[in-house]
């Protein structure tokens, strides 16, 4: 059974640097099925797709972020990685990460519990 | 405000029949790409519960179906149960300038 968790700090203060880290097992992140995608779900709101990343480093971000964010993997440790830059209020969420299965679009079998990021001074 | 719309919420009492609709446009459910549904109970994470239009995953009771049609798609749940209450999103992929995978604004179901 595929598992993924979030894990980082839960308080960033506006203007820093958002990270997070996914560790999956039970699974690989090398597997050329799929995509490490990150997820994020302001409180009371919907899912707004953050991007995602595949085994070789190629990556696809949502083009409302993509100037701020970074997604990358380490398939040595099995994680893949979540940088979102110059935060604000607005991105306070819950980040969750999951597995993309690749299809047309890719659809989200696997998803982590979720961890609270607050952006606040 | 999302590309795909959906209805705030729904509701029906158990043993009855609801739908939730997923309405889009020709850049993005129009123009071929599937769609898939999650279920979201409060304080957890979605879980996916129809893929690719009409797909169940594995454990997924076959109350649960999806259909789909021109720039539309729909999630119906027979045999409603109080369980099934919860926020259901549809998801697809639209191809306009802010190319992007896409999510509905969700669907509060309550079973009354």
């Known amino acids: 059974q595929v598992q993924l968790q979030e894990s980082g700090p839960g308080l960033v203060k506006p203007s820093e640097t958002l990270s997070l880290t996914c560790t999956v097992s039970?699974?690989?992140?090398?597997?050329?099925?799929?995509?490490w995608s990150w997820i994020r779900q302001p409180p009371g709101k919907g899912l707004e797709w953050i991007g995602y990343?595949?085994?070789?480093?190629?990556?696809n971000y949502n083009p409302s972020l993509k100037s701020r964010v970074t997604i990358s993997v380490d398939t040595s440790k099995n994680h893949f990685s979540l940088k979102l830059s110059s935060v604000t209020a607005a991105d306070t969420a819950v980040y969750y990460c999951?597995?993309?299965?690749?299809?047309?679009?890719?659809?989200?079998?696997?998803w982590g519990q979720g961890t609270l990021v607050t952006v606040s001074s | 405000q999302s590309v795909l719309t959906q209805p705030p919420s729904v509701s029906g009492a158990p043993g009855q029949r609801v739908t939730i609709s997923c309405t889009g446009s020709?850049?993005?459910?129009?123009?071929?790409?599937?769609v898939h549904w999650y279920q979201q109970i409060p304080g957890t994470a979605p879980k996916l519960l129809i893929y690719?239009?009409?797909n169940r995953p594995s454990g997924v009771p076959d109350r649960f179906s999806g259909s789909k049609s021109g720039t539309s798609a729909s999630l119906a749940i027979t045999g409603l149960q109080a369980e099934d209450e919860a926020d259901y999103y549809c998801?697809?992929?639209?191809?306009?300038?802010?190319?992007?995978?896409?999510f509905g604004g969700g669907t509060k179901l309550t079973v009354l």
């Open positions: 999951a597995r993309g299965h690749n299809w047309n679009p890719d659809y989200f079998d696997y």
């Open positions: 990343v595949y085994y070789s480093g190629t990556t």
């Open positions: 020709s850049s993005n459910i129009g123009a071929g790409y599937d």
């Open positions: 039970g699974g690989s992140v090398s597997s050329g099925s799929f995509y």
């Open positions: 690719a239009n009409n």
């Open positions: 998801q697809s992929y639209d191809r306009s300038l802010s190319a992007s995978e896409v």
